[in-house]
Antibody
Framework: EVQLVESGGGLVQPGGSLILSCAAS????????MHWVRQAPGRGLEYVAS????????SYSNSVRGRFTISRDNSKNTLYLQMGSLRGEDTALYYC????????????WGQGTLVSVSS | QSALTQPATVSGSPGQSITISCTGT?????????VSWYQQHPGKAPKLMIY???KRPSGISDHFSGSKSGNTASLTISGLQTEDEADYYC??????????FGTGTKVTVL
């Protein structure tokens, strides 16, 4: 059974940093691209970042490029999101998602970890 | 990169069919056959319902179907059921190796 379990969320001050983790199990982690998607309270879904299975390529939304870094450790079956220069508008539930093997969609989602940016 | 445009609400009676539209541009919906649809019940993670415009993942009922014409994609729910009441989001791969989600549609079963 595919499982994605996020952790690392919490309350952080504006300008601060946070690292999110996503522990994956039930599939061959290294063969799948992975993504982060977020959802602000009461709002819609927003794409954040992607990384290929071997970690060789990454992509980001315009809203986080230069502030966030996506990475992975295939030996630990874990996906990461390093978040810096955090702003109030980064407050959201952050979901770890797996790429459908045929690409361009998200077939499994974790339950999310909540990041709150406030002073 | 603006969100794809969806109607805020769509409603129907049990057994009816409803269609949710998702309008973008040539740089996203119109440029790639890479539109997916997600169902989200309150307090739950989204669930993939349709990918590559019209394909259903294993286990998804065939009363969900997808299509696309030009810059607009659509999700049709045939034979509406009470458990279909949820929020629905479209998503498209877009130029620049990114993804854009829709604004979301709340489906209400009357």
């Amino acid at each position: 059974e595919v499982q994605l379990v996020e952790s690392g969320g919490g309350l952080v001050q504006p300008g601060g940093s946070l690292i999110l983790s996503c522990a994956a199990s039930g599939f061959t982690f290294s063969t799948y691209p992975m993504h982060w998607v977020r959802q602000a309270p009461g709002r819609g879904l927003e794409y954040v970042a992607s990384i290929l299975g071997d970690g060789s390529s990454t992509s980001y939304s315009n809203s986080v490029r230069g502030r966030f870094t996506i990475s992975r450790d295939n030996s630990k079956n874990t996906l990461y999101l390093q978040m810096g220069s955090l702003r109030g508008e980064d407050t959201a539930l952050y979901y770890c998602t797996r790429d459908l093997s045929s690409g361009f969609s998200f077939d499994y989602w974790g339950q999310g970890t909540l990041v709150s940016v406030s002073s | 990169q603006s969100a794809l445009t969806q109607p805020a609400t769509v409603s129907g009676s049990p057994g009816q069919s409803i269609t949710i539209s998702c309008t973008g541009t040539r740089s996203d919906v119109g440029g790639y056959d890479c539109v997916s649809w997600y169902q989200q019940h309150p307090g739950k993670a989204p669930k993939l319902m349709i990918y590559d415009v019209a394909k259903r993942p294993s286990g998804i009922s065939d009363h969900f179907s997808g299509s696309k014409s030009g810059n607009t994609a659509s999700l049709t729910i045939s034979g509406l059921q009470t458990e279909d009441e949820a929020d629905y989001y479209c998503c498209s791969y877009a130029t620049g190796n990114t993804y854009i989600f829709g604004t979301g549609t709340k489906v209400t079963v009357l």
